[in-house]
């Protein structure tokens, strides 16, 4: 094991409790993942903000600025109690169970950038159908980050992943099955590479597969054990 799974391991060891901010699908579905690995247990609170009102030039700073307007969004939730179990017990069975070691928010954020343009979710069909059909001309890029608040410390621990993903051309009747399915319309620049009608036409990608889905395993355990101080 690296030094990274065995900070990790001992920290989940701890029974910490784990709130994961989002609203996504796939970002629960790699959390899934990662919890069954490990064997910890953590609750979802989706983070209520108006996205477009937070604007900056530079991509990373963009995501980061949403990462951390999410966390602040979701304090007064968790202040309340108010967060909801996705494949977990909820926090009163886990201090029965052996006490918690305090409360860790994830929060993220992710955009895709192509040929120098920001892109985020598409604004509708005609720009998904456009964004996708351009990603076979040149590579795009995920820019994505994870932060991870410590509510009883107040700290804060960031990353940022930038990936590139190549592709090879789709045929028109393939992007239109995927809009109009609509989860496409829910991803950064309706970029879906884990969707069974894209894999085929994915030729490589630089980085891992995750985190262009927008939760990288290795950033969401090295920004916990760095929240907790390990």
Request: glycine letters at 6%; aromatic letters at 4%.
């Amino acid at each position: 094991m690296s030094s990274l799974t065995l900070r990790f391991a001992t920290f989940v060891a701890s029974n910490p409790r784990i709130v994961l901010g989002t609203a996504s699908s796939s970002r629960r579905q790699i959390m899934d993942s990662l919890a069954s690995q490990y064997s910890f247990k953590y609750e979802v609170l989706k983070a209520d903000i108006d996205e477009k009102a937070i604007r900056h030039d530079s991509p990373r700073d963009l995501v980061l600025a949403l990462a951390h307007a999410k966390a602040d969004a979701l304090l007064p939730k968790l202040t309340a109690g108010n967060s909801s179990s996705s494949s977990s017990s909820n926090l009163a069975a886990r201090q029965v169970a052996g006490g918690t070691s305090g409360t860790f928010l994830i929060t993220c954020d992710q955009v895709v950038v192509h040929e120098g343009q920001l892109r985020e979710k598409p604004e509708d069909v005609a720009e998904a159908h456009r964004f996708i059909h351009s990603y076979s001309k040149s590579p795009a890029q995920t820019i994505g980050s994870v932060l991870c608040t410590n509510m009883t410390t107040g700290s804060r621990h960031e990353t940022v992943e930038v990936c590139t993903i190549h592709m090879s051309d789709m045929p028109d009747d393939v992007i239109d099955k995927l809009v109009e399915e609509g989860d496409v319309m829910w991803c950064a620049g309706g970029l879906m590479v884990e969707h069974a009608l894209v894999v085929p036409y994915i030729k490589q990608i630089d980085g891992s597969q995750e985190s262009v889905m927008g939760l990288g395993k290795e950033a969401v355990m090295s920004v916990l054990v760095a929240a907790a101080g390990m």
